[in-house]
């Protein structure tokens, strides 16, 4: 009877600790949880593909930067300084959007996504006429800083030239481009590589974005595209004119 009783208690000890053991693996998955990603290897590769082209145009810019600080140091002579100096200035002023710029790109119509277009006698897609747009100065803004972001040298939307002082509003029912007034459909063109521009614009989502607003967009490249220059006043604020030895 001794030893029957000894053996139980021997059963009940072990199916304690067993208990003891569980219940103290629960406490410390409670106490300490382990956080699992949640995003998707999809949604990670694109996010790392999003950086690694950022990185890409940040070494492409220290390089032409470096290459430029490079030939101000070794100018042999005054005459390759100014030499130097007139090409900078005329790299400044395509970037400010002071003069017309020409070459490859691509053409991005935002269109009524209900409109068939058809093609004409000419094989070319026309733009569809369309209603009344929902769409507002955020969705402009967002795709303008994609194709810059993705090594656009210049844009310009219905004609009018993007600079880095550009505002897009919304002034009452309308969008307004600095002081000028567009209104739909709306044309962007975007000079630069078609092919990084285009890839640009599948990666961000923008086809599905303006889908939701019941609209499409159509992008084509170019080989050849001619964006003119920014014709809006310029207001000088702040700057002064730096006077010379000898000015009174």
């Known amino acids: 009877m001794l030893q029957k009783s000894r053996k139980i208690t021997f059963i009940l000890a072990i199916i304690s600790a067993i208990i003891g053991v569980m219940l103290t693996v629960q406490l410390r998955s409670s106490l300490h949880p382990v956080h699992k990603e949640s995003r998707s290897i999809a949604e990670l590769r694109t996010t790392l593909q999003k950086e690694l082209e950022k990185h890409k145009n940040l070494l492409a810019d220290i390089s032409k930067y470096n290459q430029l600080y490079y030939q101000y140091e070794t100018s042999l002579s005054e005459d390759e300084s100014i030499s130097v100096?007139?090409?900078?200035?005329?790299?400044?002023?395509r970037m400010a959007g002071m003069v017309g710029m020409e070459g490859e790109g691509i053409v991005i119509d935002v269109v009524d996504a209900h409109t068939p277009a058809e093609p004409v006698g000419d094989g070319h897609m026309p733009v569809p006429v369309v209603g009344d747009y929902t769409i507002d100065d955020e969705d402009l803004r967002w795709l303008v800083n994609i194709l810059f972001a993705n090594g656009a040298q210049a844009v310009s939307i219905n004609g009018h030239r993007l600079i880095a002082t550009t505002a897009i509003r919304n002034v009452g029912d309308v969008i307004q481009i600095d002081t000028r007034t567009i209104r739909a459909p709306y044309e962007i063109k975007a000079l630069g590589e078609p092919e990084v521009l285009l890839s640009a614009l599948k990666l961000e989502g923008v086809e599905e974005n303006f889908q939701l607003a019941n609209k499409k967009v159509l992008a084509?490249?170019?080989?050849?595209?001619?964006?003119?220059?920014?014709?809006?006043?310029r207001v000088i604020q702040f700057m002064k004119p730096v006077k010379q030895k000898g000015d009174s």
């Open 220 to 233: 084509e490249k170019r080989d050849k595209l001619m964006i003119s220059a920014n014709n809006e006043t």
């Open 85 to 93: 100096m007139k090409e900078e200035l005329a790299r400044t002023r």
